[in-house]
């Protein structure tokens, strides 16, 4: 079983930036591909990024390409999701999700969830 805790989110002026972190208590956090996802209100939860269980290939919605980056750390069982040039649009809980198979865009595919953690973006 994986447990997926997701912090860093908060309010923040569009064009600013924050860093998303999620601690997983899994003994087998390296085995797994990590993804972000994000669910605006009234909307579907949609892809924002994803990492390979090594870390060597990531990979982003179109909508977040050169203004988000992935990240993990192995030895410390997190992934992180830094969030640079904000905007209002960005506004949603965002998720950390793990998948015991390949990564993926297709929120299916992962088996595990975090609770959520909520992103402001103020005009």
């Known amino acids: 079983q994986v447990q997926l805790v997701e912090s860093g989110g908060g309010l923040v002026q569009a064009g600013g930036s924050l860093r998303l972190s999620c601690a997983s208590s899994?003994?087998?956090?390296?085995?797994?591909?990590m993804g972000w996802f994000r669910q605006a209100p009234g909307k579907e939860r949609e892809f924002v990024a994803r990492?390979?269980?090594?870390?060597?290939?990531?990979d982003y919605a179109i909508s977040v390409k050169g203004r988000f980056t992935i990240s993990r750390d192995n030895a410390k069982n997190t992934v992180y999701l830094q969030m640079n040039s904000l905007k209002p649009e960005d506004t949603a809980v965002y998720y950390c999700?793990?998948?015991?198979?390949?990564?993926?865009?297709?929120?299916?595919?992962?088996?595990?969830w975090g609770q959520g953690t909520q992103v402001t973006v103020s005009s």
């Open positions: 899994g003994r087998t956090f390296s085995s797994y591909a």
């Open positions: 999700a793990a998948a015991r198979g390949p990564s993926s865009a297709v929120r299916r595919t992962y088996d595990y």
């Open positions: 990492i390979t269980w090594s870390g060597g290939s990531t």
